[in-house]
């Protein structure tokens, strides 16, 4: 039996591509995501009585996916990609059907718009349903989860170097979105020569940065979109 799936929404992200989109939600809390419903359900009473809740989960879609490839494992990064496991013993998004799974913050809502917290979508990402987060039954301490029981490795934010002027171009609020997200492990664990410049389209810039220091990671270059 197939079923039909229609958007009912579209989240306006900082993310414009697949790289720099942080592998789960909540890991980058700067990163903003506004969830802009479609005119049929633009009516308030859709969203009536979500004020009571802190927290949402977006049932999306990995729209920039090619075709499912139709094996049935694939490498998760927090095995370093080396080791295999079944699609579906894993959260990789080439799978038989293209489906997210978002936790994030509700940060206000507005007249046909959520504007939520810690998003790893990428910008245009189709919206499926929206449903608020029960701690009491979906948060459970005692749940096993061997290779993936603790947060991906993330850096100090002292890690992260960006000059002032650097800074200064950037904003307040944007430095301190390219600060969380360099925080991540965003370079292939095999890729850590110190002269290698990497590339992240964020929030209408194109940052560059390199691997300085041991363990950290200096923003060389910022560039308008």
């Given at each position: 039996m197939e079923i039909s799936l229609r958007p009912i929404a579209y989240v306006k992200t900082p993310f414009p591509e697949k790289f720099g989109v942080p592998r789960q939600s909540g890991l980058v809390p700067a990163a903003e995501g506004r969830v802009e419903f479609?005119?049929?359900?633009?009516?308030?009473?859709?969203?009536r009585g979500l004020e009571a809740f802190s927290h949402v989960w977006?049932?999306?879609?990995?729209?920039?996916?090619?075709?499912?490839?139709?094996?049935?494992?694939?490498?998760?990064?927090?095995?370093g990609g080396n080791e295999k496991v079944g699609v579906f013993a894993s959260r990789a998004?080439?799978?038989?059907?293209?489906?997210?799974?978002?936790?994030?913050?509700?940060?206000?809502?507005e007249p046909g718009v959520l504007r939520v917290a810690g998003i790893d979508c990428v910008d245009g990402t189709p919206v499926y349903d929206v449903k608020p987060y029960l701690p009491w039954c979906e948060a459970l301490?005692?749940?096993r989860a061997d290779w993936a029981n603790s947060p991906p490795p993330v850096s100090e934010s002292t890690a992260v170097v960006i000059a002032q002027e650097f800074a200064e171009q950037l904003g307040e609020e944007t430095t301190r979105l390219v600060k969380e997200v360099l925080r991540l492990e965003l370079a292939p664990a095999y890729q850590d020569e110190r002269d290698r410049v990497y590339g992240v389209a964020l929030a209408g810039w194109n940052i560059r940065w390199r691997i300085g220091g041991p363990g950290t990671r200096e923003v060389c270059e910022v560039r308008r979109m």
């Open positions: 479609l005119p049929e359900f633009l009516a308030p009473e859709f969203l977006l049932v999306t879609g990995f729209h920039k996916n090619p075709p499912w490839s139709g094996s049935a494992v694939v490498r998760p990064p927090r095995l998004p080439n799978r038989p059907n293209g489906l997210g799974l978002s936790l994030v913050q509700i940060v206000a809502i301490p005692e749940a």
